[in-house]
């Protein structure tokens, strides 16, 4: 196998995203702009991937530390080509892609097709037609059809500026013609700037072939320069997305209203109202029903569930035959086994609920295990917490607790036990036991109400 070298630009300022944060860093469906760019540049295989940083450089390479890319740092930005340089030492003997931090929705396959193209005689060109070609570089054909040059928006002549063939940017030569041509780079242009683009025509001139080849939609290459492209970017990307699930057999109430910020995997017959957010990892089991502005985050949820409406989960994971919601908080470490449910205004968190018990109402369950078909009447409360340490409440099978009841952890109530509506359980109760703390119930018969004094 060839060695193949990916450089990866992003050293500029973008000033006009009017933003502290590097404009790479900023997020595309969860993710940064420039990690997606990482992620498809990974899966080409590459021997070596190099991000040219400079504006935000520190915060860039936090950011990344944990990807397997070096950095070239550009101190002075003086243009593409200088930036491509800054990466020249570490380059290896191979091919060289080049591509942008700020061009984050570019596809495997039409790096690919460039790819293929490169050899001793040959480089490769992505362009777009736009209808709009303002401000970008021109692509120069000669007569016979070939590239033989780019020329910038401001340098451009009149009939120029009329091509609407555009540079992407992206392109890929061996790392031989790319070491020969960077030295010969000239910053003698309208903007004083190195511009990767002339070695267009320093490869016309060897009489090396210009390949080019265009993305199948164009926005694959549109870069990111504001915060309205950015937001056009992450709708055309979770369109695509919206758009890969229906085909897998979702349904979804509306393909424009979903948000995907990570990897949704569905079985079939799912079905998901408007509004909802999914990130990280979520599964969805087989005829999974989420109802509207459902928030889910790293959670498994078994087949046949149905979430209602308004309910957050993250971290969770429920077995299937689940009924959830509406605004239900599963937080990290729940737990539901088959059947079991949670319902409106319920919290939950490190808790393991049994197959068929229900919390319905207005509760919260935390660092608790429930057995079997146990009843949590409304507004019962897990007193977990001390102030300083967490405790535990064991809850075994059959148990019902009746409403508006405290359980002060650490607490056991035994299988088949009954504790009374507005108890506070402090001790253990025994298995198939009673235990109310409510005091008695005291009667006055007829008792006169107080009056209004004259
Ligand atoms: C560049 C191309 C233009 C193309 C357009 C596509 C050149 C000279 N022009 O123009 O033909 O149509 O992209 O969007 O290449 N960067 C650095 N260091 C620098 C300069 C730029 O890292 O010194 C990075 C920027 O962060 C950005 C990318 O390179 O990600 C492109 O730079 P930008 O200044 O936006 O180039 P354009 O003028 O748009
Ligand atoms: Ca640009």
Redo the contacts with the bound molecule.
Sequence with gaps: MQELDIVI????KGTRMRSQMPKVLHSLAGKPMVQHVLDTAAGLNPTRIHV?I?HGAEQLRASLAESAVSFAL?TE????G??VAQAQPQLGSGKVLVL???VPLIRRESLHALLAQVDEQHMGLLTVTLDDPN???RIVRNEAGDAVA?V?QKDADPAQLAITE????IMAMTSAQLKRWLPQLSAENAQG?Y???DVIAMAAKEGINVCTAQPASAVEVE?VNNRAQMARLERAYQQQLADQLMQQGVALADPARIDIRGKLTCGHDVFIDVGCVFEGDVTLGEGVQVGPYCVIKNSTIGAESVIESHSVMDSTVAAGLNQIGPYARLRPGTRLAVKAKVGNFVETKNAEVGEGSKINHLSYVGDAHLGRNVNIGAGTITCNYDGANKHRTVIGDDVFIGSNSALVAPVTVGKGATVGAGSTIAKDVSEHALAVTRSRQLEKADWPRPEKKA
């Design positions: 630009l992003a050293a500029g040219v400079g550009q930005q003086k243009g593409t200088h930036a942008y931090g700020d401000g970008y570089g780019i910038e555009c540079n992407t940017g700037e511009y990767l683009t870069g």
